[in-house]
């Protein structure tokens, strides 16, 4: 090759390299562009969304990922406590495994039929054929198993919470007609977590609302909830308002805090979460005795039937227990374990698929913890077996103090003793109610639950003493007084 030719062969080789260059560059700049634009507008609207859009279909014609996503609340799952499935058939009844269910709740609707849950998908249809129904139940139930904010415009002329003060007094009967009729039959859907025209997650839920202004305006300790100490610290007279003054990161628990909640639910007055004194158990627990029904009657959930006891009936309360762990302590919202952010492209999304974060260790918690997923699956089921079984015995110590106040009733104690009896029932069986209903078998506050539940068998058995006490004073020398019944445990 002469020295000419080589010249121009390295010329030659030079300019395609520099073409090949330039191509791989400008792909490369393309691709970054495309990628930019695509996560600044992640989505194109096709249809136009209003609150009155219910109809998760609709929505999803928008953002057909996080559609796909929710339809998927109704596949089967199982882990050993949660995600109970979304097979054809319903769950099973927890008294299987929790027999004492069935005494507590003598007396009550929930002795009838209280299953384990499953996914959002079921919630409607799952609550319309409760055979809890046996027992007349109000219109307030729909406020959280259904897209109902427009039934509430309905019933109010326009005015949301006007609908909603009026909605307790009608039959569960009534607001479920209204709701089909209506065409707003679907289970909680996107319109109820985001505002049509902004996407941003919002609140929609009366309970909610009154809810956190009640504990806003109290002066219960709220470290994990930093605006709601902001608020008060401004001294604004307005209320406080989640939607204006939460911070994002408190809005991703706040939307699961519209359901996930304790609260009374009946027709005597509109649904009221008790958050009026705080979120701890003995704050709630007082918030419910400082209560009156608005006809002035003394406030309870039932009567127990074989002992006469006045119950408080508790509801899965994940956001007020949540609200005692470590996890709400460190910022970590509902959201960031049961719908963690997934890769889609260039940009993130919510897994919409609302489940167990068991399922989904990886994205649940890896992205915190530099551990791996099975000693993680290890330390989660470390909690739940401990506190599994400090549930089963304070289920256990309840059930013993309901038969030794009954027997106690039949062999005629006196009425003092028995009286205070019932009050420890009262206050064993709705602590131990309280972790039995959560349904993270401990793990959302382990330490909280664990003493919730010590407190409960303690108290419990602090009532069978009572009436051991009464019956030693009345019995006459040398009569046996053994009322005690064996424990059921181990049977
Ligand atoms: C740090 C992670 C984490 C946070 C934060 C968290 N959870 Fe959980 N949650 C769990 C785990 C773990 C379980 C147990 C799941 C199991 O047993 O399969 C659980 C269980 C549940 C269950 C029952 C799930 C089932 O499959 O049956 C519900 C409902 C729930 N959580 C709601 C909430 C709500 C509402 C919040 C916020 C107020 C919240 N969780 C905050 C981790 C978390
Ligand atoms: C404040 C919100 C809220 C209200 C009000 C409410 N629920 Fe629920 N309900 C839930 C949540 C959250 C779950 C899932 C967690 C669980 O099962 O503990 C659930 C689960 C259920 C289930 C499935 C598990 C079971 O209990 O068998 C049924 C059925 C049900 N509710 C019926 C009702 C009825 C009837 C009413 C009215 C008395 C009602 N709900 C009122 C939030 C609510
Ligand atoms: C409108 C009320 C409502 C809202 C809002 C809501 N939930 Fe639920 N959730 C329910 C009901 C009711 C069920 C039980 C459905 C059933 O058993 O039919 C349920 C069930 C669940 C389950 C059990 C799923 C399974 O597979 O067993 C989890 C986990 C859960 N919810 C977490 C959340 C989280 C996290 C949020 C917030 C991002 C949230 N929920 C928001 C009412 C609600
Ligand atoms: C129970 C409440 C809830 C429901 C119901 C819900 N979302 Fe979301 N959605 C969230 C949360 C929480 C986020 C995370 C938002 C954040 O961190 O700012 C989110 C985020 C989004 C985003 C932003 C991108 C992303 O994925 O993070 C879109 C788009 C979205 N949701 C669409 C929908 C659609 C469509 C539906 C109905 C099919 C729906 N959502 C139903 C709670 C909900
Ligand atoms: C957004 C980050 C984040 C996510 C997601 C997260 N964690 Fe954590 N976790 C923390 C922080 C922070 C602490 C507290 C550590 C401290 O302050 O010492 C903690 C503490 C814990 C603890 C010990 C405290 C306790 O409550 O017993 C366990 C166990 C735990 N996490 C398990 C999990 C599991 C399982 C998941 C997924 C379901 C998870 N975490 C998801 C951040 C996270």
Request: proline share 5%.
């Amino acid at each position: 090759m002469s020295k000419q030719q080589r010249t121009r062969l390295i010329f030659l080789l030079i300019y395609f390299v520099t073409i090949a260059g330039t191509v791989a560059v400008s792909a490369l700049l393309v691709n970054i562009q495309q990628r930019k634009s695509e996560a600044a507008t992640p989505y194109v609207r096709l249809v136009e969304v209003t609150e009155d859009t219910t109809d998760p279909e609709v929505w999803g014609r928008n953002w057909p990922k996080q559609y796909d996503l929710y339809k998927q609340t109704s596949l089967t799952t199982q882990t050993r406590f949660g995600g109970h499935g979304g097979s054809e058939s319903l769950p099973v009844e927890k008294a299987e495994d929790y027999p004492w269910l069935t005494t507590i709740y003598q007396g009550y609707a929930f002795a009838i039929d209280y299953r384990e849950r499953r996914g959002h998908a079921y919630m409607l249809v799952d609550q319309e054929q409760t055979e809890r129904h046996q027992a007349p139940q109000s219109g307030s139930c729909l406020h959280c198993h259904a897209s109902l904010m427009p039934v509430y415009r309905e019933l109010g002329d326009g005015d949301e919470m006007a609908g909603f003060k009026a909605s307790h007094q009608m039959s569960y009967q009534e607001i479920n007609g209204l709701l089909h009729e209506s065409g707003n039959a679907h289970p909680v859907s996107c319109v109820d977590c985001h505002a049509p025209d902004t996407m941003q997650l919002r609140v929609t839920r009366p309970g909610f609302i009154l809810g956190i202004q009640a504990l806003a305006e109290s002066d219960a300790e709220v470290p994990h909830l930093p605006s709601i100490q902001l608020w008060r610290d401004s001294g604004r007279t307005e209320p406080y308002s989640p939607n204006a003054d939460a911070t994002r990161g408190e809005m991703r628990s706040f939307v699961c805090g519209q359901c996930h909640v304790e609260y009374y639910c009946g027709d005597k007055m509109p649904l009221t979460f008790p958050w009026g004194n705080g979120l701890k158990i003995e704050e709630m627990e007082a918030f419910w005795q400082e209560q009156e029904f608005p006809d002035g009657g003394e406030f309870y959930d039932y009567v127990h039937k074989l002992t006469g006891a006045k119950i408080f009936k508790a509801q899965h309360p994940e956001f007020e227990t949540w609200s005692q762990g470590t996890h709400a302590r460190a910022g970590v919202s509902c959201s960031d374990c049961h719908m963690p952010y997934m890769r889609d492209g260039a940009s993130k999304i919510s897994d919409h698929w609302v489940r167990s974060p068991l399922l989904n260790v990886n994205r649940a918690c890896q992205v915190c913890h530099a551990v791996s997923e099975t000693e993680l699956l290890a330390r989660v089921d470390g909690i739940q077996s401990r506190n599994y079984e400090l549930l089963q015995n304070a289920g256990v110590a309840v059930e013993d103090l309901i038969h030794t106040i009954v027997e106690a009733q039949e062999a005629g104690v006196p009425e003092e003793a028995l009286q205070t009896a019932r009050e420890l029932q009262q206050q064993a069986q709705w602590y131990l109610d309280f972790i039995s209903s959560e349904n993270s078998m401990g793990f959302h506050a382990p330490q909280e639950a664990a003493r919730i539940l010590g407190n409960s068998a303690n108290l419990a058995r602090q009532g069978q003493i009572a009436v051991l006490k009464a019956q030693v004073a009345e019995a006459p020398l040398g009569e046996e007084v053994i009322v005690i019944e064996e424990s059921v445990e181990g049977e």
